[in-house]
């Protein structure tokens, strides 16, 4: 009986230790700095959302993951060990844009990529199947990629990444393009992918699904991580700030209050940054005491401001 | 996985590509036609061998008919020689077909009437060779009867009369079989021609595909530059190989088809001898073709991108011609040696029997050596070219890319 314990002792530390981690990448164009000492990690479990502007570094970054571009100096580490092409190979990658042969199969694609990674001809079949089914393309089975819709070709594409069972999602502007069906299917697909244990990294411009979907976010500007962490993190970098609509307030009562400053005003509802030496039940009493108090919420900022606010402000970094 | 069956995996799906695609099977059928049309539209053309009918219109002429067999057994020309009642009749027959010549001797001497012409391919007129045979016939009887009527006896007259034996003997007496020979070399110029340019390009639009459709990226993950390279070359090839093998086996049905002993006496050295030189001269371009194929940016590029490869091919077919037209010529001896040209011009040499084994085998060793460097170069040039975005890239800049 003492000896039951023991196998989740070890499933736990196994867990820990699975975390790819991006160690001070760099990689130079010429004269252009395209990646500068860029780290990060995301663990097993995890899905972490890249975002950047064009030209960010989101694209080198992947493809020095992967092996297709070696970097000038770094490490990519999986479980501890540098990446290897036997570490690779368990990587399911989809690179931006087509990565299919136009004239095959959809499943014929599939079974090869399957094999490819090492898969028996049975099981690569099966797989290959189960995931048609899984991502709503089964009609589309035998036919020609090149005859799907840019939307149905995405899904083949992440079949592709998904059907050897890899450890590791590398997906680069998988949602670009897609319907908002299809961007539910491909957002469910890859959240389960994350619940089932594997860390799950996709570059994306579409900052509110980000926002929505990933566990934790890394902005990069201009080939540095200018941040990273949970949304709420990144909101957290900021100073306090509230949403209050108190109607009968009368004007200039905030001014009166240490530490806060109103920030704008819409209506009868205000938005109020708290400084230091304030707080929020504060706020909330002195309100309340102008009388009825309609609106009183924290202001988390979105993504999107955050966004615009670390890739346009120089000081960020 | 180990390295084989990975490559094994590449080449399989190469083929099964290729064969699922209409071009290949237009282009099998093409070559085989072409070859099967080498083979049998000579054996049509040319009259078949059969003997010169002569027909001896009445009792005059058919008095000389000994003395035209005579002659003609002499002179070893295949002529048949049949009576004919009257002028009409021997009209009637030449109009139809079933004779060739019509001699007739009247009052002012011995007239040969023949069909004239009849159409592109059959003008029938008297050959020099069969007019002498006539004439020396002719001449043969007239003396006879000259000198019978002046007393001669008869045994001195034969013996005067009788043909002296006569015969050619060449110091280099040219094989039996030369056209055959020509048609092969020139079959095997095409054949070949067309196997390496197609199949070379097939490598070079394959590899350009993958490239830029990023499916390399995909693949490289996975497989390494050289077995992705590997496979293709070999599973492309395999299918250049069995399209040969079809168009060659057709041609070997048709030539007993059509029983023309067209089939040159080298043909059995020959035809492995192009399934050798095809794998050689494929490996040597398939890998030059490759290493374009990945350096290009866009599909488009591809075909003038590989212009300086697909020209030495044509031109080893140019160079057959000249190679046929003059067999011993030296400079296109030593030009049959050159890496690019040999694939194309040594098995055409075979086919005119005018290679000895060793000019082969250090043809062979040479072209080696040069697959040897080619796929070296390739194989530098390809992976970092392959993952490569942008515009095309040139040799240089590709080189220098393998370097860092």
Request: net charge positive; with cysteine; aromatic share 6%.
């Amino acid at each position: 009986m003492d000896v039951a314990p023991a196998p989740v002792l070890m499933e736990e530390r196994t867990m820990a230790e699975r975390v790819l981690e991006m160690e001070r990448l760099s990689k130079r164009y010429g004269d252009v700095v395209a990646l500068h000492d860029l780290s990060f990690q995301v663990r097993a479990g995890e899905l972490f959302g890249f975002v950047g502007s064009n030209g960010a570094g989101k694209t080198t970054t992947m493809r020095i993951i992967m092996g297709v571009l070696r970097a000038d100096a770094g490490e990519v580490r999986w479980a501890g060990a540098p990446l290897t092409f036997a570490t690779r190979r368990r990587i399911g990658y989809m690179p931006e844009e087509r990565g299919l042969y136009p004239k095959m199969r959809v499943l014929e694609q599939l079974v090869y990529l399957a094999e490819l990674h090492g898969t028996t001809a049975a099981v690569a079949q099966r797989a290959a199947a189960h995931w048609l089914e899984r991502l709503d393309l089964a009609a589309r089975t035998h036919d020609e990629v090149q005859s799907l819709s840019h939307g149905n070709q995405q899904r083949v594409q992440l079949a592709a990444a998904l059907v050897f069972a890899p450890e590791i999602l590398i997906l680069d502007e998988p949602f670009a393009g897609l319907d908002p069906v299809a961007v539910d299917v491909m957002s469910a697909a890859l959240r389960e992918q994350a619940n089932s244990g594997m860390p799950v990294v996709f570059s994306s411009h579409q900052l509110e699904l980000v926002e929505r979907l990933c566990d934790r976010v890394g902005i990069i500007r201009s080939g540095r991580m200018v941040a990273c962490g949970t949304v709420a993190e990144l909101a957290g970098g900021g100073a306090e700030r509230l949403w209050l609509d108190a109607p009968l307030a009368p004007e200039g009562w905030v001014q009166r209050l240490p530490g806060v400053k109103v920030l704008r005003r819409e209506g009868t509802r205000t938005l109020l940054e708290l400084g230091p030496g304030s707080d929020d039940q504060m706020v909330l009493r002195a309100a309340l005491e102008t009388g009825p108090v309609r609106e009183f919420r924290r202001d988390v900022p979105s993504l999107s401001e955050l966004f615009r606010h670390v890739v346009t402000d120089k000081g960020a970094a | 996985m180990n390295g084989m069956a990975t490559l094994r995996l590449v080449a399989r799906r190469e083929i099964e590509e290729r064969l699922r695609s209409r071009l290949i099977w237009v282009m099998t059928a093409l070559t085989t036609l072409l070859v099967v049309a080498l083979i049998v539209i000579p054996a049509v053309v040319r009259q078949p061998a059969k003997p010169t009918v002569v027909g001896l219109v009445g009792s005059p002429a058919q008095a000389v008919g000994p003395a035209v067999q005579a002659i003609a057994r002499a002179a070893q020309v295949d002529i048949k020689v049949v009576d004919v009642a009257n002028d009409a009749a021997a009209r009637a027959d030449l109009q139809h077909g079933s004779l060739d010549v019509a001699l007739n001797i009247g009052a002012h001497g011995a007239v040969a009437e023949v069909r004239g012409s009849v159409g592109y391919f059959q003008v029938q007129t008297l050959s020099p060779t069969l007019q002498a045979v006539l004439q020396a016939a002719l001449n043969a009887v007239h003396q006879r009867q000259v000198l019978a009527a002046a007393g001669v006896p008869p045994a001195t007259v034969r013996a005067a009369l009788a043909p002296v034996p006569f015969s050619t003997r060449s110091l280099q007496p040219p094989p039996t079989d030369q056209v055959a020979r020509d048609v092969a070399a020139l079959a095997t110029g095409i054949l070949l021609y067309i196997s390496l340019a197609l199949y070379g390009a097939a490598v070079a639009n394959g590899v350009a595909q993958e490239k830029t459709s990023r499916i390399a990226e995909v693949l490289l993950a996975t497989v390494r530059p050289g077995q992705l390279l590997a496979g293709k070359v070999v599973g492309i090839g395999l299918c250049g190989v069995g399209q040969l093998a079809i168009a060659v086996v057709g041609g070997l049905i048709a030539n007993a088809a059509v029983k023309s002993a067209v089939i040159p006496s080298t043909v059995w050295s020959l035809l492995p001898a192009i399934l050798l030189w095809f794998v050689l001269g494929y490996a040597l371009y398939a890998f030059a073709y490759a290493a374009t194929g990945a350096m290009v940016g866009r599909q488009e590029e591809v075909q003038f991108a590989s212009l300086p490869i697909t020209l030495p091919i044509l031109a080893g077919f140019l160079l057959t011609y000249l190679t046929i037209a003059r067999p011993d010529a030296l400079w296109l001896r030593l030009l049959s040696f050159l890496p690019p040209l040999a694939p194309i011009l040594m098995p055409a040499r075979l086919a005119l029997g005018t290679v000895s084994w060793w000019e082969m085998l250090l043809a062979v060793l040479l072209t080696v050596v040069a697959v040897y460097g080619m796929v070296r170069l390739a194989a530098r040039i390809y992976a970092p070219a392959l993952v490569r975005g942008g515009a095309r890239l040139t040799w240089s800049a590709a080189l220098r890319l393998g370097e860092a």
